[in-house]
Each structure stands twice: as structure tokens, then as C-alpha cells.
């Protein structure tokens, strides 16, 4: 098997776990999306340090506490994604696992529209056709619910600033990822305490199932982190665009198929302009890409002799 085609399988088996977390947090009721949320970041610095000592990544760990900035930009990171994965949760143990992907599937164009508004970006005409498209789309939805679909703006919203964030950040991903999880460490512990103390607290006092659902919240992640790592050293970047549309797709057949969700014709038609959308913006990914190559290697021979001549300057290539 090539590395290329071992980095896709190990890119698609990254992306189906993370789809099919939507299956898991409900089982672990009846423990709440906050103290499920509590238990994660408790048992994720625990997941991520034994990798992190498995892999001799403690001097790299130590040298991002040192500098501020760093510091400072995965704590908000680690705000953004607690605050994301809390509404997946959400989402996943209330019946809207559905709202969920669409979420998902809008980060793409969010991540678009945080280039323009924030670094000045300028768009191409099918990137404006993709973000029109979405924009049509969450107003059939809003007109549909009554009010915007804020469960898949809030999810899109979060992750596209945690992404945005980790592409200001120049650390390995490993080591970023224990920071990340372990700067919240503390008010996770002080909230399972303070639930444990209140006898409000579930984990533990349910059953051997449920306790250990919950220890293992925090290594759920861990998994399809590590296969998305592998994966990302192997594959073009422009095929991991592709594979990321993988998760969301799972969620949307789970909430479809397994949780028997409402999907009126309303809710079709804005998600048929949605894809519509990711399928303009993921062709034109593939055109810039496609001639980017070919700008990097100059114009044709015959137009490089044409511009020497005019100003009697000798090609290189002529003179070998």
C-alpha cells in the first residue's frame, strides 16, 4: 500500500470517529452535557500526557509555558473548543444531531469569511457564489424555525476561531493539544468537586458503565486525533479539505437514520443549496490549486525567449 493511500484511509478512519462521537455522549446519560463536558477535560490532559511521554515532547510542552503569546492564544483556543464541543454535547444528547452537521458543514465558509473580515482577504467569484449560497440557505432556516439556527452557527462560529487561532500558533500539534486541555484542568476539577461535595454529581454513583463512558470521554478524542496526525504527514493538504466534509456527513446520516430526526422539505431545500455551496467552493480549491504549479514555474519557454530578445539579455536555458 502507497503512503498516499495509507494517509487517506487513516485521514477517513480520523474523520468517521469524530462523525460517530454523536453516537457515543448519549450513552452516557444520565449524566448532563456540563459535567460530560467536566469529564473531558479532566481525563484529556491525562490521555494527551501519555502520549506526550510516549513521544519525548515534555521539553516542547515546557517551552510553550515560557512564551506568553503562545500561552495565551491556546488558552483561547481551549475556550473556543470547550465552548464548541459543551454544544455538540448539547446537541447530540437533545435530538439535534442534525443542526449539528449542518454547523459543520458551514465551518468552511465561516473560516472564508474571518479571511476577509479579519486579514483582508480577497475572494474569487465562486468563493462570493459559496458564501451567497450558505447565506440563502441559513435564511430559508431562519425563516423555517422562527429564529436563526443558532446550534449550527455557534458550532461553526467556535470552531472556525479555534481554527483560525491554531493557524496563528506554531507549535506541534501534539504539544499544543496538551496545553490546550490541560489550562481548563482546574476549573473542571473545581466544578466536579463542587459537584461531587453538592451530591449533585453523577459520575461514579451510577453505575460501573456510566463511570467508565465518562472516564473514557476524555479518550475519545484522543484516537481519531492521533489517526488525523498520521494522516496529515502523508496527504496533500487539498485532499484533507475533501476528507474533512467526512464527519459532518456522519452526522447528518446518525441524526437522520439512527435518531429518526425531522428533516422537512425546508430543512432539504437549505441544505441542498449548502452542499450546492461546498461543491463550487471545493472546485475552485482545486482550480487555484491546479494553477498555482504552473505559475510557480513560469510562462512558456517561447514567452520568456520573446521577453530576452526584446531586451537583448541572452535566455539562461539558450546558453546550456
Excluded: C
Aim: proline share 6%; net charge positive.
Amino acid at each position: 500500500m502507497s503512503v498516499t493511500r495509507r494517509g487517506v484511509l487513516l485521514g477517513v478512519a480520523a474523520y468517521v470517529l469524530w462523525g460517530l462521537s454523536a453516537l457515543y455522549w448519549p450513552l452516557v446519560e444520565p449524566t448532563g452535557p456540563v459535567e460530560i463536558l467536566a469529564l473531558r477535560v479532566l481525563w484529556s490532559p491525562v490521555a494527551i500526557g501519555l502520549l506526550v511521554l510516549a513521544l519525548g515532547r515534555r521539553r516542547q510542552v515546557a517551552a510553550i509555558l515560557r512564551r506568553p503569546r503562545d500561552l495565551a492564544l491556546l488558552t483561547l483556543a481551549s475556550v473556543l473548543t470547550s465552548i464548541n464541543w459543551a454544544l455538540f454535547i448539547w446537541a447530540t444528547m437533545s435530538g439535534h444531531v442534525v443542526d449539528a452537521s449542518l454547523g459543520y458543514f458551514i465551518t468552511p465558509l465561516v473560516s472564508i469569511a474571518f479571511g476577509v473580515g479579519i486579514f483582508r482577504e480577497r475572494l474569487r467569484g465562486p468563493q462570493w457564489a459559496a458564501i451567497g449560497l450558505a447565506a440563502v440557505a441559513v435564511l430559508v432556516l431562519t425563516l423555517a424555525y422562527g429564529g436563526p439556527p443558532w446550534i449550527a452557527l455557534a458550532l461553526a462560529v467556535t470552531f472556525g476561531g479555534y481554527g483560525l487561532i491554531k493557524k496563528r500558533v506554531d507549535v506541534g500539534a501534539v504539544e499544543g493539544l496538551m496545553v490546550e486541555t490541560a489550562v481548563l484542568f482546574p476549573f473542571a476539577l473545581v466544578y466536579t468537586v463542587v459537584l461531587q461535595v453538592g451530591g449533585q454529581a453523577t459520575f461514579g454513583h451510577v453505575s460501573v458503565v456510566n463511570t467508565l463512558l465518562g472516564v473514557g470521554s476524555g479518550f475519545v478524542m484522543m484516537v481519531p486525533m492521533l489517526l488525523f496526525s498520521a494522516a496529515a504527514t502523508k496527504i496533500p493538504l487539498s485532499v484533507t479539505g475533501m476528507l474533512q466534509y467526512i464527519e459532518p456527513i456522519v452526522q447528518f446520516l446518525i441524526g437522520l437514520l439512527v435518531f429518526r430526526e425531522s428533516m422537512p422539505l425546508t430543512r432539504w431545500l437549505a441544505f441542498g443549496l449548502l452542499w450546492v455551496a461546498l461543491v463550487v467552493l471545493t472546485a475552485d480549491g482545486f482550480r487555484a490549486r491546479g494553477r498555482a504549479p504552473a505559475a510557480r514555474r513560469g510562462p512558456p519557454r517561447s514567452v520568456r525567449s520573446s521577453r530576452t530578445a526584446s531586451s537583448g539579455v541572452r535566455d539562461p536555458e539558450e546558453t546550456r
